[in-house]
């Protein structure tokens, strides 16, 4: 009896072993991923690197040394001589294509695009006005284009940059009413009934509600069709005439053709064009970024 009772207390008094920790389990690298992902990197930026440090080389220089040596000697001749070769008026008239056809196209998509969300339920003309939208995505520029001509021509629109404005206006409708639409869709319709409660119009409720709500939706669309307009390059060929209408993509071919033997300057231009639209994406970067994974989180 006795030997039972201290083989109880040995055993209460000694600990139970120690549970043997795991050990964490190694993470698992995806080394041949990583290489390719380290490879494309340096596939896309030794095209901008050979640029930008060609646009700073003299002629004689690019000539004479490595094309992908840094200058030396760096210089601003080559923007200076681009400067002064009419870049400031086909930046101008870019300009104003760009916002001439982005800002109403996008203004009348997100419009259109409450409407409807809002009533294409119990409107059958509404349907019919969303599927006619979603038919002008299937249409491509190059098919339409000599329609296009003949109209501006009727018009007496052509070389004017009102006849790029017009197409490129009609062209960014369709898929920016498709990508409003379904972030107007995402909006809880019990927001909508509460605004309803509390009195606001219709008017007041696309511009109180949904217009905040869906703001990164339209930064995203104002960005693409911004880009896709600023680099256009059918339209003004086939539309205007004249150097005084040319647009940046248009006055950059035609460049490169006058003086394609001075690529320090033809780079240089290439750099210029560039700007604005690296400016567009640094300043609405994170309503672009929230744009376009605000799905992923649903």
Partial sequence: MTTMLDNVSQAAVVPPPVARRRRPRLLQYNWLGGLAGWIWLFVVLLPIYWIVITSFKLQEDYYATNPLV?????????????????????????????????????????????????????????????????????????????????????????????????????????????????????????????????????????????????????????????????????LPLILTQSPEQRTLPLALWSFQGQYSVNIPAVLASVVLTTLPILTLYVLGRRQLLSGLTAGFGK
């Fill in 70 to 234: 840094p200058p030396s000697s760096p210089t601003l001749e080559n923007y200076r001589f681009v400067l002064e070769s009419d870049f400031v008026s086909y930046f101008i008239n870019s300009v104003i294509v760009t916002v001439g056809a982005v800002g109403p196209a996008v203004l009348v998509s997100f419009m259109a695009a409450y409407a409807i969300v809002r009533g294409s339920a119990a409107s059958r003309f509404l349907r019919g006005v969303n599927g006619l939208f979603l038919m002008g995505l299937a249409i491509p520029l190059q098919a339409v284009i000599i329609p296009i001509y003949l109209l501006i021509i009727k018009l007496q629109m052509y070389d004017t940059l009102g006849a790029i404005i017009l197409p490129s206006l009609a062209f960014a409708i369709p898929l920016s009413v498709l990508v409003l639409s379904n972030f107007v869709r995402d909006v809880p319709k019990e927001l909508f009934e509460s605004m309803r409660m509390d009195g606001a119009t219709e008017w007041g409720t696309l511009w109180r509600l949904a217009f905040p709500l869906t703001r990164p939706a339209i930064v995203t669309v104002l960005i693409y069709q911004g880009l896709t307009v600023w680099n256009g390059f059918i």
